[in-house]
């Protein structure tokens, strides 16, 4: 089998590379270790800045989007029992749009398919050879006979647990991490949204945030320890710590009950691979990076990353050389080292860390003080959550 690129995950990097790739005429296979239902239909998180939102709609990805999107042109930052909104828009003429990640991989896989393109779900034993040659392959099974594809260029967007990062030789690769001391415990519950835009709070008692999913599916968030057993939070636990965190000064909780249909941990660390090329293997998405969650970055980043190999790839197609290609990863790097660094910064000013001290709990308070009645402070904020431009 041969095609021009073989991309290795259908996340939304893999799957939005392929089809910005075929709008451009390019070729590619898509190969993916789960299967279509997983794929669909687990929960991430689903936070889009505005060039995000652009680029899914110049490749025509985004009609369900506009129809079941929720815009949101402000937040608001709680801290002291208050709450003190960044009005967005305001400050950037730009705006963010909640629509989950499983949505917008539903509707890449349902273009692909539309159209014919190949897309191989529960691929097994994937690995990629021959990446620093101008003819690298990828071979997997496929129920259960051996396959084998050959490329010009292979996309590692196979996700931080994925195959492709490995490749890459030990005394090239460089890591960064930072392991935070806390997790999210976050739940999915069927009751109205706490508020119309989203809530970062900031409480004695530990970091809060209000999201949505749709108007009557609630997305709430509770810091906790990295180790959490569920089993000691029942669902009466997690309302009564929701009303405390997200508590008024001046009135009562706005938390919504519900049943809760999902629970679980989400990690926070922040991790980058440097660089995120090798020969012929270029790495997308979190193969490459993992931003903490307070920044909204994630699937962000990912968008970005692949946007870029596009435009390296077509250029390389077209015959205008391999410049793009060899300046993927430095052109990646900037922008990914400034979403660290915002999503560093909204997780270090937000969360209690038990280390610190009565000192360090009035810095924080100081500076969201700042923060909220600064129009510098709140722009540099919003300049950072509608997302960056793109170079």
């Given amino acids: ?32 270790v789960r299967s279509r239902a997983y794929i669909e239909e687990r929960i991430r998180a689903g936070l889009l800045e505005q060039g995000t939102v652009d680029i899914l709609d110049g490749a025509g990805a985004a009609a369900r989007l506009h129809r079941e999107g929720m815009i949101h ?13 960044i009005p967005l828009t305001d400050l950037t003429g730009r705006r963010v749009t909640i629509y989950g990640q499983q949505e917008v991989v ?14 191989v779900f529960e691929a097994a034993d994937v690995a990629v050879h021959d990446i620093d040659s101008e003819r690298p ?19 590692g967007c196979d996700g931080f647990h ?20 806390f997790a999210w415990l976050g739940i999915l519950a069927e009751a109205p949204n706490v508020h119309h835009e989203l809530i970062y709070a900031r409480h004695d008692r530990g970091f809060a945030l209000a999201t949505m999913r749709t108007p009557t599916l609630t997305r709430l968030y509770l810091q906790c ?51 995120m090329r090798q020969g012929r293997l270029f790495l997308a998405g979190d193969a490459a990076h993992i931003v903490p969650p307070t920044g909204a970055k994630g699937m962000n980043l990912a968008v970005a990353d692949v946007w870029y ?28 080292w400034k979403a660290q660094r915002f999503s560093w910064w909204m997780t270090s000013m937000l969360h209690r860390f038990d280390a610190g001290d009565a000192f360090e709990h009035k810095v924080q308070v100081a500076e969201l003080d700042y923060l909220c009645g600064s129009e510098a402070g709140m722009r540099t904020l919003a300049e950072n959550y509608v997302g960056l431009p793109l170079d």
């Fill in 1 to 32: 089998m041969r095609t021009q690129v073989g991309i290795i995950g259908a996340g939304p990097a893999g799957l939005l590379l392929a089809h910005l790739l075929h709008l451009r005429g390019i070729e590619s296979v898509v190969l993916e």
């Fill in 137 to 155: 392959s990828i071979t997997w099974t496929e129920d259960g006979a051996p396959r084998r594809l050959e490329c010009d260029i292979i996309a």
């Fill in 225 to 275: 320890r990295p180790d959490e057993d569920l089993g000691e939070w029942p669902d009466h636990r997690i309302w009564e710590e929701l009303h405390a965190r997200l508590a008024r000064r001046d009135g009562p909780s706005e938390v919504h009950e519900g049943p809760i249909v999902q629970k679980g941990v989400t990690a926070m660390r922040s991790f980058v691979a440097e660089p």
């Fill in 106 to 119: 539903k509707d890449l896989v349902a273009l692909r398919l539309g159209y014919g393109a190949p897309l």
């Fill in 162 to 181: 994925g195959i492709c990062r490995g490749n890459i030789p030990p005394d090239v690769l460089r890591i960064y991490e930072r392991v935070y001391p």
């Fill in 309 to 336: 190999l596009t435009q390296a790839l077509e250029a390389f197609y077209a015959g205008r050389g391999t410049a793009g290609l060899d300046g993927y990863s430095d052109r990646c790097l900037r922008r990914i």
């Fill in 73 to 85: 042109e402000g937040l608001a930052l709680r801290f002291d029992g208050e709450s003190h909104r």
